[in-house]
């Protein structure tokens, strides 16, 4: 009776981790379908505040994306770096009137989401940072990514 015991709870276990690792692997594929897919959502209220996220699924590390975000930051001279959190692969940054905040978030061991996220520009119709960080982190890292049509 014990042996079947404990054959039938080996059985359990083996099932439980197949499970976990097949749902671990149809995630991966999820993220690397839309891998480089840069989407964008905006919002502005009527006295004219209103906030600029971009985010992306890179094909890569996510402390390498940090990095190379960190090192792209640090290159210009019109962005200040405020606040930098490597554990969380998070920083703050300024540019002019804007504040942005960026993370690094990995997904897996080479799949990682980059969100940047930061207030609206007074003026509509001007570049959004937040695509241009995504798609500048993209280009360092010899990724290919395109901005989906809203």
């Known amino acids: 009776m014990t ?3 404990k054959l039938v709870l080996t059985c359990i276990v083996a099932v439980l981790m197949m499970s976990t690792v097949s749902s671990q692997a149809q995630w991966v594929m999820v993220a690397r379908a839309v891998a480089g897919r840069v989407e964008r959502m905006t919002g502005r209220s009527n006295d004219g505040s209103g906030f600029d996220v ?3 699924v890179l094909e890569a590390n996510a402390e390498k994306v940090y990095e190379t975000a960190i090192k792209s930051l640090s290159e210009r001279p019109d962005v200040k770096i405020t606040k930098q ?5 998070m920083v703050q940054f300024t540019k002019g009137a804007q504040v942005a905040s960026l993370q690094a978030t990995p997904l897996g061991d080479k799949i990682t989401q980059l969100v940047i ?9 001007t570049n959004s940072l937040v695509v241009e960080g995504v798609l500048k ?7 290919d990514c395109t901005l989906e049509s809203q």
């Open 117 to 125: 996220a930061s207030n609206l520009t007074p003026a509509p119709g």
């Open 85 to 89: 959190d490597a554990k969380k692969r």
């Open 3 to 5: 042996h079947c015991r």
């Open 137 to 143: 982190v993209c280009k360092e890292m010899n990724v």
């Open 54 to 56: 971009a985010t992306v």
